[in-house]
C-alpha cells in the first residue's frame, strides 16, 4: 500500500521568529556595510545632478560644433508647387475663334543646391566650434574632480563627526568613573565634597559636548547621503597605525608647473582667449567677398488650359542651371568696422582673464602644497603631544593614588588626552584631504587618488557603529585611589 505524502505543516512561532530575526540581522548588516572612499564617488557619478549636468552640457558642445560645421557642407533642397489661374480676356474688336475666358493649371518642382566656395565667416565659426568642444571638455574635467573632492570633503567630515562622537563617550565614561571613586572616597571620608562636584561638572560639561557631537554627525551623513543619493552611508575608518603618505615630487614648484601645464580652469582660460580671437577675425571678414556654387533643376507643367479650342496650351518645361554667384559688401553702415572694435576689446578682456587665472592657480597650487607640508608637521607634533599627555594622565593618576594630586588634575589630564586625540585624528583627515585638494589645484586629482585613500582604510568589511560606546584603553581609565587624606 502506497503512503501518501504527509501535508506541510506550517513553521512554529519559535520557527517564524528565527527566520525573523535572521532576516533583520542580514538586512543590518548589509546596512552597517562600509563603504570605500572610491566607491561612493562612483555611485554619487550616477546620481550628483551638477555632474550629470555638466554631462549635459559636453553632449550640447558637441552638437554645436557640429551646427558649425553645416556652414562648410552644401545645401540641397527641394520644393513643390501647384496653382490654377482663371483668365478672362476683354478686347474692343473680337477676334474669331477665340474664347472670352479660359482656365490654366501650373505644376512646378524644383531642386536647387548651394555650396559654400569662400565664406571666411563659415570657416572661423567652424573652428570656434571645435574650441567650443574643447571648454566643455575642461570643464567636464574640472566637475569630475571637483566631484571628487565634495565627496572626500563629506567622507572626512563624517570619519571626524564619528571621532568626536566616539571621544565624547569615551571621555564621559572616564569622568563617570573618576566622578563615582570621587563619591565614595567623600562618604568614608577620604575625599572632600569638591571633589564629586568637580567630577560632575565635568561629567555634565562632557554630556552636552557628546549632545553636539550626535548632532554634528547627523548633519555630517545628510550631507554625504545628497551626494551618493543613498541614506545611511557609513564610510570605511582610516586603519590603526596610520603612516600618512609622503607627497610627491616634495618641490612647490614642481607641482606650480605640473598645474599650468594641466589645470581645466587655465585650459578654459586659454580657449576663451582662442575664440576671443577668432571673434575678431570672423568680424574682418564682414570686409571680404563670398562665393558660392549654386545649381538647380525646374520642371514647370501646364496639364490643360487653352485660349482657342484649336489650340491646346498643354505643355512641360524643363529647365537646369549651374553658376557661381559672388557677394562683395561695400558699405553696411560702419557695423562692420565697429563690430571689429567690439571684438579686439574683448580679446583684450580674454588675455586679462587668462592672466588672472595663470595666476590664481599658481596661488591655489602654492597654498595646497604648505597647507599639506604644515598639516604633516602638525600631525607629528600632536603625535608627540598625545604621547606627553598620556604620560601627564598616567603621573597624575599616580600622584592622586599618593594624595599628591587632586581630582581636578586627573580630570584637566584627562581632557587634554582627549582633545588631542581628536585634534590628531582631524589632522590627519585634513592631510589627506589636503593632498587632493593639492592635487585638483594642479588639474591631475584622478581616481588613483581615491584608491590611495582606500589602501589607507581598515580592512574589515563592517565598520563599528558611530554611537556604539568604545572601550576606555587602560591609559584613559581612572585609577581607584587607597585611602588617603586629600591635600588641597
Partial sequence: MTKLPRPLQAPSAHALRAISLGVLLAWAGAQTQAQTLSELVAQARGYDASWQAQQADARAAAS????????????????????????????????????????????????????????????IAYEQGQRGVDVAQAQLDAAAQNLILRVSQAYFDVLAAQDSVQVAQSQKQ????????????????????????????????????????????????VALDQLVGRVGIQPTPLAAPLTLPKVTPDNMQDWVDKALAAQPQLRQAQLALDIARLDTQKAEAGHKPTV????????????????????????????????????????????????????VALEEKARAQLDDARRNVEQATRTAFLGVQSGQAQVKA?????????????????????????????????????????????????????????????????????RMIDALTRTPDIAPAATARPAVTSSMAAAKPAARTPKR
Avoid: C, W
Fill in 382 to 450: 600632536l603625535e608627540a603631544a598625545l604621547a606627553s599627555s598620556q604620560s601627564a594622565l598616567e603621573a597624575n593618576k599616580m600622584g592622586y593614588e599618593v594624595g599628591v594630586r587632586i581630582n581636578i588634575d586627573v580630570l584637566n589630564a584627562q581632557s587634554q588626552v582627549y582633545q588631542t586625540e581628536r585634534d590628531l585624528a582631524n589632522a590627519r583627515y585634513q592631510v589627506l584631504l589636503g593632498q587632493l585638494k593639492l592635487r585638483q589645484s594642479a588639474g591631475v586629482l584622478s581616481d588613483d587618488d581615491l
Fill in 292 to 343: 558660392d556654387l549654386q545649381a538647380g533643376y525646374v520642371v514647370n507643367r501646364y496639364p490643360n488650359g487653352s485660349m482657342t479650342p484649336s489650340i491646346p496650351l498643354s505643355y512641360r518645361t524643363n529647365a537646369a542651371q549651374i553658376g557661381v554667384v559672388m557677394n562683395m559688401p561695400l558699405f553696411a553702415g560702419f557695423a562692420v568696422q565697429n563690430r571689429i572694435r567690439e571684438t
Fill in 64 to 123: 554645436r560644433a557640429d551646427q558649425a560645421l553645416s556652414g562648410l557642407l552644401p545645401n540641397v533642397g527641394l520644393s513643390a508647387g501647384a496653382n490654377r489661374t482663371h483668365v478672362d480676356i476683354h478686347t474692343s474688336v473680337p477676334v474669331p475663334g477665340m474664347t472670352s475666358s479660359f482656365n490654366s493649371t501650373q505644376q512646378n518642382v524644383q531642386l536647387s543646391a548651394q555650396q559654400p566656395l569662400y565664406r571666411p565667416a563659415n570657416k
Fill in 174 to 221: 572616564a569622568i563617570s568613573t573618576q566622578l563615582e571613586m570621587a563619591k565614595r572616597n567623600f562618604e568614608v571620608g577620604t575625599a572632600t565634597i569638591t571633589d564629586s562636584r568637580e567630577a560632575q561638572s565635568r561629567f555634565d560639561l562632557v554630556t552636552a559636548q557628546e549632545i553636539a557631537a550626535q548632532n554634528d554627525l547627523q548633519v555630517k551623513r
